[in-house]
């Protein structure tokens, strides 16, 4: 039987949450702290506030018995045993992780330390970071006997951040004490032995009893790059196959094809080979950079990283071009846009494509009518409705009468939709999908114009008075 363990998470948020609720599940204690007194009173209330798969039954189920949440930091310091950081770390002007808000909490915890303590990094941070939270605890008077700091970082994907916390592919623990590391090792025992899935009601995933996650255990420098490394390299790997998209776009060869061949090579593998309008979310743009600018204060010249920053802009870029392509003029056409997230199953538009496609639109002098399943209520946070931009109640009211559509999110009922209610609810049958989302042939019997990312485009032939034209 593992052992319970008293868990304080700072930071409430996409990470702190997942966290927080997850290791409840995994059957410790655990209380979240944010500084936020409404978001506080929402999550002590029922709501999750992000869209997140499974976390309203999570949060249903433990919340205020296993999962309190406050925001008293002290408190929760001196009741726990491990605390985890799992704050902002937002993008500076200059590329940098702005670790101002870890500093803080790592000054709040040390003012509250009665007794030892493991202090967790959860929150992405640069390598060294684990240093300067050592640091700032000591200078706040506390014994360096009295805490050990622990970098944890999660890998998770929005949409399925519950799932990818309870089945990992690897959990990462730097420590430099072997005190420290056991405390994460009871912590991750239901996962790493097997006992969770073992469990009626576990949440199912690619982990079970007989092959449960591997516990990596690391220095906390290489901990922390292991992170920075992992999203840079996802992230190198989409902006590479978009560039290899653009070459099929080139020579009529077809990107998907080209894509399958090389994921089965076992050293390249399938995942982040699907092409599209870009990355975006809170994690590959913020991290890529702050990868380089680490890199760079290092001496180290990575300008592989700047490639890929510069090809996730080109992309967005090209894909409207394609429109304009597509309509030959754009100012006042009325454009449909499914999709407004920056990938299917969140509501997070942080540094979305589709969002910066939309500002495009608008500054082309385009009529827009947006919608998404979950992301509209942040997005007219950022883009109130007016006379150019509006949102609609579904897929359909958003085509009406538009001149295009564009696919820019791959929710799942964006890849379900009726193409012959479409086809008739459009005033020109032209569909640009920037993620790929449908067969071109497919699209072409309905009597689409499709165009796609690093396929050829179809174009339906019809006649006029015993002419063809397209």
Known sequence: MSKKIQIAVVGSGYVGLVAA???????????????????VAALQGGDTLIHETFLPELLNRYRNAKVRFMTDLAEATRECEAIFIAVGTPQSETGDADLSYVEAVACEIARSLTSYKVIVEKSTVPVYTNEWIRR???????????????????????????????????????????????????????????????????????????????LLNTSTKSAEIIKHASNAFLAMKISFINAVSNLCEATDANVEQVARGMGLDSRIGPKFLRPGIGYGGSCFPKDVAAFRSVAEQMGIDFGLLTEVEKINVQQKKRFLSKVRSALWTLRGKRIAVLGLAFKGETDDIRESPAIDLVGMLLGEGCSVVAYDPAAMKRTEEKLPASSQLRYATDAYTAAHDADALLILTDWDEFATLDLDRLYTTLRYPIVLDGRNLYDPQVMLRHGFTYVSVGRPSTFPVREYAGSSVL
């Open 21 to 39: 609720v997850c290791f409840a599940e995994m059957g410790h204690d655990v209380i979240c702290v944010d500084n936020d007194e409404r978001k």
């Open 136 to 214: 700032a605890i000591e200078r706040n008077g506390v014994a360096r006997e009295m805490f050990d700091v622990v970098s944890n970082p999660e890998f998770l994907r929005e949409g399925t951040a519950v799932s990818d916390f309870l089945h990992p592919d690897r959990i990462v623990v730097g420590a430099d004490s072997e005190r420290a590391a056991a405390v994460l090792a009871e912590i991750y025992a239901p996962l790493t032995g097997g006992e969770y899935y073992t469990r009626p009601d576990h949440i199912t995933g690619i982990c079970n009893q007989n092959e449960p996650p591997v």
